[in-house]
């Protein structure tokens, strides 16, 4: 562990913590047998935002890769306020203007204060690539390869766009508390180019990640993948709340992956744990008001 980085605990209140000894385990395993993909889906990205807004405060800066529809860019700047900044970055142009749209018309004050729209493709060097936009269906498949699970018929808009590295895109000593990335497939490469940013402000981070699918589709192997994160001292939990190592990689359903710098790692995992349990609070009000 590099003496410099901070094993200070988050302010988590006690009443939280004494929730996080609740085991989840049966409640995500029916989820996983009876639940359409789509609310899987929903699922997944309530417990990122509630870990999220968990670990950032006002003032913090939160780095939104893949922005979309600004699912997450919106409460992200609501949880850091105006003091705080939200880095969006989104690469397809028709999706960038979409994201502004849905900032302006959001209602959050001052928000465009706080959101730094980064209209790129992260990677791990800069140049132009190819990149697959579905402005129709499936729009959140757009990609940087060519996805192989595209809605039938679906139409795609193949357009060059500036790659960049994120650690070119934001100036070394920024303190960024929390990185999520949705980007298909391309997140080790961002992550790649973000080794700066990571090793210095070690944020918490929340991305997507297929496993050898993404893997096989960008060019890295598994050795390529846990290599990164043991480079930069991190650890690997899923959204089940399980610690993930080269036996578990690919677990069914564990489609999005949360990595937290070890010597905050005990901190990091009652967040996720926390964050679990307010999820399916969450789906079982939503059940009930049905």
Not at 138 to 151: D, K, R
Request: aromatic share 8%; net charge negative.
């Amino acid at each position: 562990m590099s003496p410099q980085h901070s094993t200070t605990s988050f302010p988590i209140d006690r009443k939280e913590s004494a929730l996080v000894a609740i085991d989840t385990s049966a409640y995500w395993k029916s989820l996983c047998q009876t639940a359409s993909p789509a609310k899987l889906a929903h699922f997944r990205e309530a417990i990122i935002e509630h870990a999220y807004r968990y670990r950032l405060s006002e003032g913090d800066t939160a780095v939104d890769v893949g922005a979309h529809r600004a699912r997450h860019t919106v409460p992200m700047a609501q949880t850091v306020g105006l003091r705080g900044t939200v880095f969006a970055i989104e690469a397809a142009p028709e999706m960038q203007k979409k994201l502004r749209a849905q900032i302006n018309h959001c209602g959050v004050d001052g928000i465009r204060k706080i959101v730094t729209y980064l209209d790129y493709a992260l990677s791990d060097k800069e140049g132009e690539a190819e990149f697959f936009y579905f402005p129709k269906q499936g729009s959140g498949l757009s990609s940087l390869s060519e996805p192989t699970n595209t809605p039938d018929n679906a139409e795609v808009v193949v357009e060059k766009v500036p790659l960049r590295r994120l650690d070119d895109l934001i100036d070394a000593g920024t303190q960024v508390r929390f990185i999520k990335a949705d980007i298909e497939g391309a997140e080790y490469h961002a992550f790649c180019g973000a080794k700066g940013i990571i090793s210095g402000a070690r944020p918490m981070i929340a991305f997507e990640h297929q496993a050898r699918r993404d893997a096989e589709r960008f060019g890295y192997s598994e050795q390529d993948f846990f290599s990164l994160w043991r480079e930069l001292d991190y650890s690997l939990i899923s959204v089940f709340g399980r610690e993930i190592t080269p036996a578990n990689w690919g677990e069914p359903n564990a489609h999005d992956i949360f990595a937290v710098p070890n010597e905050q790692k005990d901190a990091h995992r009652e967040i996720v744990s926390l964050s679990i349990i307010r999820a399916i609070e969450d789906l079982l009000q939503a059940e009930d008001g049905a």
